[in-house]
Every structure is written in C-alpha cells, then in structure tokens.
C-alpha cells in the first residue's frame, strides 16, 4: 500500500489516504497477533479437550497430525478470553471469596496429570465464599458471544457446555472438590451467568480411562460419523485427513513407528529409542504416515 502526503508541505492526508492508513493498521495488527498468539502443537492431551464427542478428533490433536492456523480476530478472541480471568478474580474478591489463582502447596497452577505424563491440564483457580467458607469449590472462568450465552441461561452448564462440564469433572476428581463455580460473560454486553455445579467423580474417572484408550492407541479411533456432511464434522480442522485422506503433517508424533511412554516421552519403534524433545517436531527419513 503507497501511503504519502496529500500535500507533504503541509502534511495533509486525503480521505482516501486516511481509509488506506486505517486499513493498513488494522493489518499490521492482525499480523501482530498472528506473531504474538500464535503457539505450537500442545504436548499432551489436554483435559479441556478430553469432553470431545469424537475421539478420532482427539487422537488426531495428540498425534500431530494437522496444526490449525487461526487469523488475528480469532486469536485475539482466544486471548481475550484468557485476560477476562482477571477480571473474574477481581469481581469475585470484591464481594469477599477468597481466591487462590495457584496451589498453595506447590506455588504453581492447579495442575493434574495422568496417562504418564501425557494428559493433563490447568484449572482456572480455585475459591471459597463468604458464605460457606470451609468449603473450596473449583472456579470456571468462560466468555461467550451472545447466542452461546442464551443457550446456556436456558439449558445450564450440563446440557449446553458438556464439555466445560466434563473438564471441571476432570479437575473436581483429581483434587476432590465436589462443587464447582462456574462464571459466565456475555461479550456482547458483560451480563453474567452463575452456576454452582455439582461435579460427578465417576465421569473425571470415565474421561480419564477415555484419554488413557485415546493416548495409547496406534490407530485411529473410530470416527463420529463415516459422513463428511455430518455437522460436526463441518467445521472439524481434521476433516480433510479423516475423510479425504489428505496428507498430515510430517513429525514424529504423526508417525507409525512414535509411541507415547512414561514421564511424557516418546520412543521410536524403528529405532528402538526414546525420541529427543527437540527431535519430535522434525520427523526422519523412516517416515511413515500413522493415518
């Protein structure tokens, strides 16, 4: 784009020079943000995925087999929905919870950890209120547009985000919280929604064994549906491998011969080797596809 001076002398900008000139930052900062938010394939499962109805989607998330790229709006959604946690703790203390954002025992996040290593994730914090305040509850921080948000005032947490509710269930068994917060915004116009949710123990056991059958798994799981026209498949970023056999990405993940083992690691069957860390995201000349 040639942005210049309508009049240099007099540093004038024409209108059409000054829609250019917003056009263009508004690139720069879509590029920006491409740069900044955009991170790398996640090195294990993660327990706010583990909900998925598909498991194939899954596997296909842990193998490596296809990085989704997002543009800059979509990406600062994404980040926009991390930094409103603070906003969350911020409100919640206010009115007199006590909110712990790392473990006190550790000094880090609210972590857990299964299938060696190789499944886990963080919870958003953890809180007690004022009015029962010898009992900790897990805390859930979410952002939704305004049509997820209706969905969920009339439904509830269970039956409109069964996957949020599946994650919570996760945490809640691993440190043996039985209730749980879960906070709610509205994008469009900051109105909240509450829920203090029950957590079932026997569904973070379900979904732990379903990502231990997932993680140690050298095939693909069974899909959801053998039709690409199904719905969820619509969107799905793995849809073109799944249906269409499309090529996935070379990486020692996406490869026969990688087996997930304990503390995290990966070992090579070909070359009967744990696999270096800096290693994995190369692949090697054995390559063979595990799709």
Same mark, same amino acid.
């Given at each position: ?8 002398? !007099? ?133 939704? *547009? ?39 915004? !509205?994008? *469009? ?103």
């Amino acid at each position: 784009m040639n942005l210049k001076y309508e009049d240099e002398a !007099n540093k004038t900008l024409s209108s059409q020079t000054r829609k250019d000139l917003a056009a263009q930052l508004k690139a720069d900062i879509d590029d920006w943000c491409i740069k900044e938010f955009t991170g790398e394939h996640r090195g294990h499962l993660g327990a706010s995925l583990i909900g998925e109805e598909c498991s194939r989607k899954i596997w296909y998330g842990f193998r490596w087999v296809k990085f989704q790229v997002f543009n800059g709006r979509m990406l600062r959604l994404f980040q926009r929905g991390h930094e409103e946690e603070a906003r969350f703790i911020r409100w919640l203390r206010a009115i007199g919870c006590t909110v712990w954002e790392v473990d006190p025992n550790t000094g880090k996040q609210f972590r857990i950890w299964g299938v060696n290593g190789h499944y886990g994730g963080s919870s958003d914090s953890v809180g007690i209120t004022k009015y029962f305040p010898d009992l900790p509850m897990l805390l859930e921080f979410k952002t939704h *547009n305004t049509k997820s948000f209706v969905n969920l005032v009339n439904k509830g947490v269970i039956l409109s985000k069964p996957q949020h509710y599946s994650q919570m269930c996760s945490y809640g068994k691993h440190y043996n919280f039985r209730y749980a917060i879960y906070v709610a915004v !509205n994008k *469009n116009d900051d109105d909240l929604h509450i829920e203090v949710i029950e957590l079932n123990p026997n569904i973070g056991h379900e979904l732990l064994n379903k990502a231990q059958d997932i993680i140690e798994s050298q095939i693909p799981p069974q899909r959801i549906s053998n039709q690409p026209s199904y719905y969820e498949c619509g969107w799905c970023n793995f849809k073109d491998i799944c249906h269409y056999n499309e090529p996935v990405e070379k990486n020692c993940r996406s490869c026969k011969y990688a087996k997930p083992i304990q503390e995290a690691q990966w070992k090579c069957e070909k070359y009967s080797q744990i696999i270096p860390t800096e290693f994995i995201s190369k692949g090697c000349s054995e390559y063979v596809s595990i799709n």
